[in-house]
Protein backbone atom coordinates (compact mmCIF):
# COMPACT_ATOMS: atom_id res chain seq x y z
CA UNK A 1 0.00 0.00 0.00
CA UNK A 2 1.20 3.36 -0.83
CA UNK A 3 0.00 7.19 -1.05
CA UNK A 4 -0.64 6.53 -4.66
CA UNK A 5 -3.47 4.37 -3.92
CA UNK A 6 -5.87 5.49 -0.55
CA UNK A 7 -6.44 2.34 1.18
CA UNK A 8 -10.13 1.13 2.23
CA UNK A 9 -11.15 1.38 5.40
CA UNK A 10 -10.41 -2.48 5.97
CA UNK A 11 -6.85 -2.14 4.52
CA UNK A 12 -6.06 0.71 6.39
CA UNK A 13 -7.42 -1.07 10.00
CA UNK A 14 -4.94 -4.39 8.88
CA UNK A 15 -1.93 -1.39 8.74
CA UNK A 16 -2.09 -0.24 11.45
CA UNK A 17 -2.56 -4.14 13.44
CA UNK A 18 0.42 -5.73 10.66
CA UNK A 19 2.57 -2.64 12.17
CA UNK A 20 1.27 -3.50 15.81
CA UNK A 21 2.51 -7.37 15.48
CA UNK A 22 5.63 -6.18 14.11
CA UNK A 23 6.36 -3.88 17.32
CA UNK A 24 5.33 -6.74 19.75
CA UNK A 25 7.41 -9.23 17.85
CA UNK A 26 10.44 -6.88 17.99
CA UNK A 27 10.63 -6.56 14.64
CA UNK A 28 9.81 -2.85 13.42
CA UNK A 29 10.36 -1.11 9.82
CA UNK A 30 10.22 1.90 11.38
CA UNK A 31 8.68 2.81 7.54
CA UNK A 32 8.35 6.58 6.29
CA UNK A 33 10.83 7.61 9.07
CA UNK A 34 13.83 8.38 6.17
CA UNK A 35 14.94 12.36 4.89
CA UNK A 36 13.18 10.92 1.20
CA UNK A 37 9.90 10.77 3.10
CA UNK A 38 10.19 13.95 5.20
CA UNK A 39 10.88 16.08 1.91
CA UNK A 40 7.83 13.84 0.61
CA UNK A 41 5.40 15.15 2.56
CA UNK A 42 6.31 18.76 2.83
CA UNK A 43 3.94 20.13 0.21
CA UNK A 44 1.03 18.12 1.74
CA UNK A 45 -0.26 15.27 3.81
CA UNK A 46 -2.48 11.99 3.01
CA UNK A 47 -2.23 10.67 6.44
CA UNK A 48 -4.58 7.24 6.10
CA UNK A 49 -5.90 6.83 9.64
CA UNK A 50 -6.94 9.94 12.26
CA UNK A 51 -5.95 8.54 15.98
CA UNK A 52 -7.70 9.46 18.67
CA UNK A 53 -5.66 8.16 21.51
CA UNK A 54 -5.18 8.52 25.12
CA UNK A 55 -2.83 11.23 26.12
CA UNK A 56 -0.85 8.95 28.12
CA UNK A 57 3.03 9.08 27.04
CA UNK A 58 3.56 5.67 26.75
CA UNK A 59 0.88 5.13 24.06
CA UNK A 60 2.97 7.12 21.39
CA UNK A 61 0.89 6.07 18.24
CA UNK A 62 3.70 6.03 15.37
CA UNK A 63 5.78 3.97 17.64
CA UNK A 64 3.39 1.36 18.80
CA UNK A 65 1.64 0.57 15.05
CA UNK A 66 5.76 1.14 13.31
CA UNK A 67 4.41 3.89 11.34
CA UNK A 68 6.10 7.06 10.10
CA UNK A 69 5.71 10.64 8.83
CA UNK A 70 2.22 11.71 7.33
CA UNK A 71 1.11 8.36 8.15
CA UNK A 72 -1.23 9.26 11.02
CA UNK A 73 -2.99 12.46 11.57
CA UNK A 74 -2.85 12.09 15.96
CA UNK A 75 -5.30 13.65 18.44
CA UNK A 76 -4.81 12.97 22.16
CA UNK A 77 -6.16 13.73 25.52
CA UNK A 78 -6.06 12.40 28.80
CA UNK A 79 -8.71 9.55 28.88
CA UNK A 80 -9.40 9.97 25.09
CA UNK A 81 -12.55 12.38 26.03
CA UNK A 82 -13.95 14.62 23.60
CA UNK A 83 -14.65 17.81 23.48
CA UNK A 84 -15.67 20.19 20.51
CA UNK A 85 -12.31 20.48 19.78
CA UNK A 86 -11.49 17.31 19.50
CA UNK A 87 -14.57 16.48 17.28
CA UNK A 88 -13.54 19.47 15.23
CA UNK A 89 -10.36 17.58 14.91
CA UNK A 90 -11.16 14.61 13.87
CA UNK A 91 -14.01 15.85 11.13
CA UNK A 92 -11.00 17.67 9.87
CA UNK A 93 -8.80 14.22 9.59
CA UNK A 94 -12.01 12.60 7.85
CA UNK A 95 -13.56 15.48 5.80
CA UNK A 96 -10.69 17.63 4.86
CA UNK A 97 -7.95 14.32 4.72
CA UNK A 98 -10.36 11.96 3.76
CA UNK A 99 -8.76 9.45 6.14
CA UNK A 100 -10.39 6.13 5.72
CA UNK A 101 -10.43 5.16 9.11
CA UNK A 102 -10.83 7.08 12.83
CA UNK A 103 -9.61 4.95 15.77
CA UNK A 104 -10.04 5.56 19.13
CA UNK A 105 -7.57 4.03 21.36
CA UNK A 106 -7.02 2.96 24.92
CA UNK A 107 -5.12 1.61 27.02
CA UNK A 108 -5.33 -0.57 30.56
CA UNK A 109 -4.05 1.20 33.78
CA UNK A 110 -5.33 4.18 32.31
CA UNK A 111 -4.99 7.14 34.97
CA UNK A 112 -8.65 9.02 33.87
CA UNK A 113 -10.64 5.59 33.93
CA UNK A 114 -9.20 5.46 37.57
CA UNK A 115 -9.91 8.53 38.59
CA UNK A 116 -13.39 8.52 37.09
CA UNK A 117 -14.24 4.92 39.11
CA UNK A 118 -12.81 6.70 42.30
CA UNK A 119 -15.21 9.24 42.24
CA UNK A 120 -18.14 7.24 41.32
CA UNK A 121 -17.65 4.82 43.80
CA UNK A 122 -15.96 6.51 46.60
CA UNK A 123 -17.06 10.60 45.87
CA UNK A 124 -12.80 11.21 45.51
CA UNK A 125 -13.33 14.93 43.23
CA UNK A 126 -10.41 15.86 41.20
CA UNK A 127 -9.91 19.91 41.09
CA UNK A 128 -9.38 22.52 38.24
CA UNK A 129 -9.32 21.42 35.05
CA UNK A 130 -8.81 17.78 35.69
CA UNK A 131 -12.33 17.56 36.91
CA UNK A 132 -13.92 18.08 33.31
CA UNK A 133 -11.69 15.25 32.08
CA UNK A 134 -13.02 12.93 34.96
CA UNK A 135 -16.19 14.34 34.80
CA UNK A 136 -16.64 13.51 30.93
CA UNK A 137 -15.47 9.54 31.53
CA UNK A 138 -17.88 9.19 34.43
CA UNK A 139 -21.07 8.34 31.44
CA UNK A 140 -18.37 5.42 30.85
CA UNK A 141 -17.86 4.21 34.28
CA UNK A 142 -21.63 4.46 34.87
CA UNK A 143 -22.49 2.25 32.29
CA UNK A 144 -20.01 -0.54 32.89
CA UNK A 145 -21.36 -0.55 36.40
CA UNK A 146 -24.68 -0.83 35.31
CA UNK A 147 -23.90 -3.76 33.12
CA UNK A 148 -22.21 -5.55 35.91
CA UNK A 149 -18.95 -4.75 34.98
CA UNK A 150 -16.38 -4.63 37.50
CA UNK A 151 -12.99 -6.32 35.72
CA UNK A 152 -10.64 -3.58 34.64
CA UNK A 153 -10.53 -4.84 31.05
CA UNK A 154 -13.98 -5.13 30.96
CA UNK A 155 -14.22 -1.39 32.04
CA UNK A 156 -12.03 0.54 29.83
CA UNK A 157 -13.53 -1.81 26.85
CA UNK A 158 -16.59 -0.21 27.55
CA UNK A 159 -14.95 3.35 28.07
CA UNK A 160 -13.86 2.80 24.11
CA UNK A 161 -17.04 1.58 23.23
CA UNK A 162 -18.81 4.62 24.64
CA UNK A 163 -16.00 6.60 22.88
CA UNK A 164 -16.79 5.42 19.54
CA UNK A 165 -20.16 5.46 20.31
CA UNK A 166 -20.15 9.27 21.35
CA UNK A 167 -18.22 10.14 18.00
CA UNK A 168 -20.46 8.74 15.82
CA UNK A 169 -23.50 10.35 17.75
CA UNK A 170 -22.08 13.82 17.57
CA UNK A 171 -20.50 13.76 14.52
CA UNK A 172 -22.85 13.68 11.59
CA UNK A 173 -19.95 14.03 9.74
CA UNK A 174 -18.65 10.82 10.26
CA UNK A 175 -21.44 9.41 10.90
CA UNK A 176 -22.79 9.96 7.45
CA UNK A 177 -19.42 8.69 6.32
CA UNK A 178 -19.35 4.94 7.81
CA UNK A 179 -22.84 5.06 6.55
CA UNK A 180 -21.75 5.54 3.31
CA UNK A 181 -18.94 3.20 4.02
CA UNK A 182 -16.40 5.38 3.26
CA UNK A 183 -14.61 5.26 6.64
CA UNK A 184 -14.62 2.87 9.40
CA UNK A 185 -14.35 3.88 13.12
CA UNK A 186 -12.56 0.82 15.40
CA UNK A 187 -11.99 0.65 18.78
CA UNK A 188 -8.69 -0.59 20.01
CA UNK A 189 -7.39 -1.56 23.43
CA UNK A 190 -3.62 -1.23 23.99
CA UNK A 191 -1.86 -3.38 26.95
CA UNK A 192 1.08 -1.96 28.04
CA UNK A 193 3.15 -4.90 29.38
CA UNK A 194 3.24 -6.64 25.98
CA UNK A 195 2.89 -3.61 23.17
CA UNK A 196 -0.38 -5.50 21.78
CA UNK A 197 -3.54 -3.64 20.36
CA UNK A 198 -6.71 -5.80 20.22
CA UNK A 199 -10.23 -4.78 18.19
CA UNK A 200 -12.60 -4.05 20.99
CA UNK A 201 -15.54 -3.01 18.68
CA UNK A 202 -15.91 -1.52 14.90
CA UNK A 203 -18.09 0.27 12.29
CA UNK A 204 -18.15 0.28 8.91
CA UNK A 205 -16.08 -3.03 8.76
CA UNK A 206 -17.99 -5.65 6.58
CA UNK A 207 -17.95 -8.36 9.02
CA UNK A 208 -16.35 -10.89 6.81
CA UNK A 209 -12.63 -8.39 6.70
CA UNK A 210 -13.05 -7.69 10.52
CA UNK A 211 -8.96 -8.32 11.57
CA UNK A 212 -8.31 -10.46 13.80
CA UNK A 213 -6.91 -9.64 17.22
CA UNK A 214 -3.38 -9.58 17.34
CA UNK A 215 -2.99 -11.18 20.53
CA UNK A 216 -5.01 -13.94 19.79
Request: hydrophobic share 45%; net charge negative.
Given at each position: MTDAVTPTPSEAVELLLAGNRR???GAPRHPNQNAARRAETAPGQRPFAVLFGCSDSRLAAEIIFDRGLGDLFVVRTAGHVAGPEVLGS???GVSVLDCPLVVVLGHDSCGAVAAARAAVSDGVAATGY???????VT???LAARAAGLTHEDDIIAEHIRHSV???LDRSRE??????AGRTAVVGLSYR?????ARLVT???LPAETRVPNPAT
Amino acid sequence: MTDAVTPTPSEAVELLLAGNRRFVAGAPRHPNQNAARRAETAPGQRPFAVLFGCSDSRLAAEIIFDRGLGDLFVVRTAGHVAGPEVLGSIEYGVSVLDCPLVVVLGHDSCGAVAAARAAVSDGVAATGYVRDVIERVTPSILAARAAGLTHEDDIIAEHIRHSVDLLLDRSRELAERVAAGRTAVVGLSYRLADGSARLVTAHGLPAETRVPNPAT
